[in-house]
């Protein structure tokens, strides 16, 4: 069982395992066909004023990930769902931002691991 984050437009790898866009957005100038998703959850992805609100900004990391971890209790399905995939195997989370290292994508995957304990 484990989580990885990874930049959707890297190409796949079949160490990646299962693929999970959480991206509200299609990635742009991506086909389905290049992108390998196997799992596109919009309804975890952040809401469009959340995602516009925080616009990258590393001085707002720690409120945005309240704030979205506040959105992910409201899909407790959608969240039960992809911690049951984790469990069976790897799961990658895809996401399409420039910023790698304060995204949605690292966010889910620490708001994830916590309910996989």
């Given at each position: 069982m484990s989580l990885a984050v990874k930049r959707v437009y890297e190409p796949a790898s079949p160490s990646d395992g299962f693929r999970?866009?959480?991206?509200?957005?299609?990635?742009?100038?991506l086909t389905k066909a290049d992108a390998r998703v196997d799992l596109w959850v919009r309804e975890l992805s952040p809401t469009t004023g959340l995602r516009q609100w925080y616009r990258h900004d590393p001085?707002?990391?720690?409120?945005?990930?309240?704030?979205?971890f506040a959105e992910l209790d409201a899909q407790p399905d959608a969240v039960k769902d992809l911690v049951a995939r984790a469990r069976r195997g790897r799961v990658t989370l895809l996401f399409s931002s420039k910023e790698?290292?304060?995204?949605?994508?690292?966010?889910?995957?620490e708001y994830l691991k916590r309910r996989l304990r």
């Open positions: 999970v866009l959480v991206d509200r957005l299609w990635p742009r100038g001085e707002k990391w720690p409120e945005f990930r309240r704030r979205y790698e290292r304060l995204n949605n994508a690292v966010a889910i995957r």
